[in-house]
């Protein structure tokens, strides 16, 4: 058994390139056992790249990676979903499921079991001999997380696992993955949303252009890059112009930004002097420190396609 401080994912030095394009930078970062961490960062950023080494579906060019201190993840112990969803439309969701016991070696005396989990776990029990062809995209998402777990991994890599859903699978999926953690799995979850980044997981790992930017909590990588713990933002209840200038805080056309570096006193001398302004304020709220600054400034603000 390893040592409890050893990482169940060690990412050291790995490049990867596809012809003049450096997908990895020397990328270097680690996951502790049964930490639930998100890879951030916008298309292109090589998220997918890193999965798949990790995966061992395509191969680094330099570098090290390894898993519970013995080398790179087994099959045993390592589940990934990739981003597309790798179904077949004329199968059943239980076809799915006793398929995958094949291919990922679940013991024959535990496979009824395994897939009566899975069923039970993805909500599909009521739908499991209906064709996958008739699922909705949601569905469609929980059952591709259910056939890659059925082995119970201890390493798991999401690519993506919400991509094209409504806000209730989105809800859903994140419930399944939030189990799977209780059970002790580790995660690694690739996702450019925000959302997902800053209210779901234990830790950022942000990727810009092949290479680890900042990694931590939300809060020590706002510090981190200077961005002030809360911020109250509130709008002038008289019609004001786009030069408009507040007495604190920044304009953007809609709303005065304020960023404070603690409460108490520094929030009531904030509020009073905005409502100095003529007509007063409305709809003031507090925010603590936003993951999407961070990523904004270490990534830049221009669209990316």
Same mark, same amino acid.
Request: with cysteine.
């Given at each position: 058994?390893?040592?409890?401080?050893?990482? =169940?994912?060690?990412?050291?030095? %790995?490049? *990867?390139?596809?012809?003049?394009?450096?997908?990895?930078?020397?990328?270097?970062?680690?996951?502790?056992?049964?930490?639930?961490?998100?890879?951030?960062? @916008?298309?292109?950023?090589?998220?997918?790249?890193?999965? *798949?080494?990790?995966?061992?579906?395509?191969?680094?060019?330099?570098?090290?990676?390894?898993?519970?201190?013995?080398?790179?993840?087994?099959? #045993?112990?390592?589940?990934?979903?990739?981003?597309?969803? =790798?179904?077949?439309?004329?199968?059943? $969701?239980?076809?799915? /499921?006793? /398929?995958?016991?094949?291919?990922?070696?679940?013991?024959?005396?535990? *496979? &009824?079991?395994?897939?009566?989990?899975?069923?039970?776990? #993805?909500?599909?029990?009521?739908? $499991?001999?209906?064709?996958?062809?008739?699922?909705?995209?949601?569905?469609?998402?929980?059952?591709?997380?259910?056939? !890659?777990?059925?082995?119970?991994?201890?390493?798991?890599?999401?690519?993506? +696992?919400?991509?094209?859903?409504?806000?209730?699978?989105?809800?859903?999926?994140?419930?399944?993955?939030?189990?799977?953690?209780?059970?002790?799995?580790?995660?690694?979850?690739?996702?450019? /949303?925000?959302?997902?980044?800053?209210?779901?997981?234990?830790?950022?790992?942000?990727?810009?252009?092949?290479?680890?930017?900042? *990694?931590?909590?939300?809060?020590?990588?706002?510090?981190?890059?200077?961005?002030? +713990?809360?911020?109250?933002?509130?709008? @002038?209840?008289?019609?004001?112009?786009?030069?408009?200038?507040?007495?604190?805080?920044?304009?953007?056309?809609?709303?005065? &930004?304020? +960023?404070?570096?603690?409460?108490?006193?520094?929030?009531?001398?904030?509020?009073?002097?905005?409502? !100095?302004?003529?007509?007063?304020?409305?709809?003031? &709220?507090?925010?603590? =420190?936003?993951?999407?600054? %961070?990523?904004?400034?270490?990534?830049? &603000?221009?669209?990316?396609?």
């Amino acid at each position: 058994m390893e040592p409890s401080d050893t990482p =169940a994912l060690k990412v050291s030095g %790995v490049r *990867r390139a596809f012809g003049r394009l450096q997908a990895l930078d020397c990328v270097d970062f680690q996951l502790h056992a049964g930490e639930w961490a998100a890879l951030l960062g @916008p298309n292109g950023a090589g998220k997918t790249t890193l999965m *798949r080494c990790i995966a061992g579906l395509i191969r680094e060019d330099e570098g090290i990676i390894s898993a519970f201190g013995r080398g790179r993840p087994g099959a #045993s112990e390592l589940g990934f979903v990739p981003q597309q969803i =790798a179904l077949h439309d004329a199968m059943t $969701a239980r076809e799915h /499921l006793e /398929l995958h016991c094949d291919l990922l070696g679940v013991p024959g005396s535990d *496979r &009824r079991d395994r897939v009566a989990w899975a069923l039970d776990f #993805s909500q599909l029990a009521d739908r $499991a001999d209906d064709l996958v062809g008739h699922y909705s995209g949601g569905m469609q998402r929980r059952l591709n997380l259910a056939v !890659s777990v059925l082995h119970k991994p201890r390493l798991l890599l999401l690519d993506e +696992p919400t991509e094209g859903v409504d806000p209730q699978a989105r809800v859903a999926i994140w419930r399944m993955i939030g189990d799977l953690q209780k059970e002790g799995a580790t995660i690694l979850h690739a996702t450019h /949303l925000i959302e997902e980044a800053e209210s779901l997981v234990d830790s950022v790992a942000i990727i810009d252009h092949g290479r680890i930017v900042a *990694r931590g909590q939300t809060e020590a990588l706002a510090e981190a890059q200077g961005i002030s +713990p809360f911020v109250i933002t509130a709008r @002038p209840r008289e019609t004001v112009g786009e030069d408009f200038k507040p007495p604190i805080g920044e304009w953007d056309g809609r709303s005065i &930004r304020v +960023p404070l570096s603690g409460l108490g006193d520094e929030l009531q001398s904030a509020i009073r002097t905005l409502e !100095s302004i003529p007509g007063g304020i409305e709809g003031v &709220r507090l925010h603590e =420190a936003s993951l999407e600054e %961070v990523f904004l400034r270490l990534t830049g &603000r221009g669209l990316r396609e």
